[in-house]
């Protein structure tokens, strides 16, 4: 009985010193809270964070928020109390979360914010891809598309917004009709699918597609929207490219949906940059240093850093796809992480 | 009052819900353009598929006194697990079977089974130990959502086999193959609540439980029976789910609880069970889908739809109310 105790302590003390020697010292942990888990965009910024912050050093975990404000406020208290090397927020709420941005901050933590802006209250570094851009490329698509079948820009556009209490959705709307508004010959009927719904934006397609048949375009705010609208047409007996359409976000679907010929443009919310410019400058937010505004290449996109009154902001840019890049590994629709490891920037 | 006089008042009063819809579609012709069409009509019975059939196992739970929350992230599971395992493209593994229409009834089967085992779960634990059904509904809503998220990652399964998605494409006198199966599933429950001692019980039991218990009626087994049901009818609203959109989302079917109760109080299912008719329950489903319709079409912001179906609930609720009381003053 003896032996055998000895044996199994052997072992333990061989396997703490095998790890031990195997894992390479941490710079810190980093708690990302992550607004829900329902869409692929948070879901791959959940796994891109921790492959690029793990390439530079730092353990990740992550909480999610499940879309609830008050969950996330209480996750922020938590996090603040284990005192972690710092804290990325991807808000539910902008103006919910300011307290506890102030509160993270006033004990010592670096606060990132992640792909949703906070401009109320400074953070140490916000990563976004400019979702007013997005609406800007999708109104530049728009445009080109309505020309190339009426040889100007007019008709008329359904645009399905996603939740109307999602400030994400409500920029990219904003920035689409401010790029639109210099086109008075076109239409646009905008109406919300509550709760990033899909089956909500098949039924708002297949409604509108009866009273409003001389619709051209629909552009929907996220990929899996557009699936449920592709089926909403295909149920009306319409086949690809009898109404064109776009959508936003650049997830998985979306890049299907135009290697079947239905979608016509996908507008790329750029996650795998907006994840690696959060890792590239971790150590100067960690170590509290200042962040120089400027251009800087972010797996491969020129991305502006500038100093804003919140705090230094990186805008990188999302990009169109369409049939002709479709399979360019470097979008996250296709899911291959760049393979090149994050470097820290100096 | 004369007997033909109180027979009328007591035709009007059972059959409000389909005399308000008659109203509210009148109204909405009058005041949208394009909205008097058979293709909107069309529309509107096609939209109220899925969740017609979710309130028909809701209201299966509802008649009998109790609550089943579980109805929308069951739904939500079955159409998952069939977009995970017929679906190409996503997370899909694109299982094909051959021939090809046995993909039909294996993926009914499995969705009803799901909704069916989850329902048992809740009937054992409500039925045969007593416990709360609005707790134990509520705990399953959530637990089962979890496993919804869980397995699809939060990931989508997209492009659903040709052979499934065929009822959502095919149609029948024009309206799709999917509408069909409600009107269909409405009809056999509807024949089942009215003709069957089944059925009978189940009013009974939410009309008093223990006097019916005292009657020699076997209160536990139907109880049962009605939360196995409620489950496998969630099963396959949610292949229907699954049908119309050609996959599965993590998020498919959210807030579909909430319409589904809509529709059964408006349909004059009484909360506190013993009285009601699924034929009323589908005229509410169906007067929701028409105000959703009209919605979408004047482009109103669409958290108006909320208001109004809270509107609505409460009216139907003051109106039951009002129904009961005018009720006794006839007696």
Redesign the interface.
């Known amino acids: 009985m003896k032996r055998l105790l000895a044996a199994l302590l052997g072992l333990l003390m061989l396997s703490f010193a095998t790890q031990a020697s195997a894992a390479a010292p941490s710079k810190g942990t980093v708690y990302y809270l992550v607004p829900t888990?329902?869409?692929?965009f948070?879901?791959g910024s959940v796994s891109a964070l921790g492959l690029f912050l793990g390439q530079v050093g730092y353990d990740m975990k992550t909480l999610n928020a499940d879309n609830k404000t008050e969950l996330q406020q209480s996750q922020m208290n938590d996090v603040i109390a284990l005192k972690p090397a710092a804290i990325i927020l991807a808000a539910v709420d902008f103006n919910a979360l300011k307290p506890s941005i102030e509160s993270a901050r006033a004990a010592g933590i670096p606060v990132v914010e992640f792909d949703r802006q906070i401009t109320s209250t400074p953070s140490d570094f916000t990563s976004v891809a400019g979702t007013v851009e997005i609406g800007h490329i999708a109104a530049e698509h728009a445009q080109k598309l309505l020309t190339g079948k009426y040889g100007t820009v007019k008709g008329k556009i359904l645009q399905v917004l996603g939740d109307?209490g999602d400030p994400y959705t409500l920029d990219i709307q904003k920035g689409f009709e401010e790029k639109m508004k210099a086109f008075p010959s076109v239409t646009i009927?905008?109406?919300?699918?509550?709760?990033?719904?899909?089956?909500?934006a098949?039924?708002?397609v297949?409604?509108?597609m009866?009273?409003?048949p001389d619709i051209d375009l629909i552009f929907l705010h996220a990929a899996?929207l557009s699936?449920?609208a592709?089926?909403s047409l295909?149920?009306a007996g319409k086949k690809p490219g009898d109404v064109m359409l776009m959508s936003s976000n650049g997830?998985?679907?979306g890049l299907?949906l135009i290697r079947k010929g239905w979608l016509n443009t996908e507008v790329e919310q750029p996650l795998y940059a907006q994840a690696a410019a959060v890792a590239m400058f971790m150590d100067k937010i960690v170590g509290k240093q200042a962040i120089k505004a400027g251009e800087y290449d972010v797996v491969g996109l020129k991305s502006v850093v500038t100093i804003e009154a919140w705090g230094p902001n990186i805008k990188i840019p999302g990009s169109a796809i369409t049939k002709e890049n479709v399979d360019n590994p470097a979008f996250w629709g296709n899911q291959k992480p760049p393979t090149a490891a994050i470097k820290s920037v100096e | 009052m004369t007997p033909r006089t109180r027979r009328v008042l007591e035709f009007v009063f059972d059959n409000l819900v389909w005399f308000m819809l008659i109203l509210v579609l009148a109204v909405f012709s009058m005041l949208i353009?394009?909205?008097f069409?058979i293709?909107?009509f069309t529309?509107i019975i096609?939209?109220s598929s899925?969740l017609g059939v979710m309130s028909i196992g809701l209201a299966l739970v509802i008649i009998t006194g109790h609550m089943d929350l579980s109805v929308e992230s069951v739904a939500a599971l079955a159409a998952m697990a069939v977009g995970i395992l017929f679906c190409s493209?996503?997370i899909g593994l694109g299982i094909r079977l051959s021939p090809e229409w046995l993909m039909i009834p294996v993926s009914l089967l499995l969705a009803c089974a799901i909704g069916a085992l989850i329902g048992l779960a809740n009937g054992v634990l409500v039925v045969k130990l007593k416990m709360s059904a609005f707790i134990i509904t509520l705990a399953s809503f959530i637990w089962v959502r979890g496993i919804v998220?869980a397995v699809s990652?939060?990931?989508?399964a997209?492009?659903l086999a040709p052979a499934i998605?065929w009822f959502?494409?095919e149609r029948f006198l024009g309206i799709?193959l999917t509408a069909w199966i409600a009107i269909a599933c409405f009809l056999i429950f509807s024949i089942m609540m009215a003709k069957t001692p089944f059925g009978r019980h189940l009013v009974m039991i939410g009309g008093n439980e223990t006097a019916t218990f005292r009657a020699g009626i076997r209160v536990t087994r139907n109880l049962l029976v009605a939360f196995v049901m409620a489950g496998a009818i969630a099963g396959l609203s949610g292949w229907l789910?699954a049908v119309?959109?050609?996959?599965a989302?993590?998020?498919?079917?959210?807030?579909l609880l909430f319409n589904a109760f809509a529709a059964v109080v408006i349909g004059g299912i009484s909360l506190k069970g013993g009285v009601g008719s699924l034929p009323g329950v589908y005229a509410g489903v169906l007067l929701l889908s028409s105000i959703?319709?009209a919605i979408?079409?004047m482009?109103l912001?669409?958290?108006f739809?909320?208001v109004i179906h809270g509107f609505l609930v409460l009216a139907a609720v003051l109106l039951d109310t009002f129904k009961q009381r005018l009720r006794q003053r006839l007696a």
Do not use: C
């Open positions: 888990l329902l869409d692929e948070q879901t109307p009927i905008s109406l919300p699918a509550l709760q990033w719904e899909a089956s909500a098949g039924t708002i297949s409604d509108q009866l009273a409003n899996h699936v449920a592709v089926a295909e149920a997830a998985p679907v299907d | 353009p394009n909205y069409q293709g909107i529309n096609e939209a899925v493209a996503g998220l990652g939060g990931r989508s997209q492009d998605r959502a494409i799709p789910l119309r959109t050609s996959g989302t993590a998020n498919l079917g959210v807030g959703n319709t979408n079409l482009g912001p669409a958290n739809t909320q």
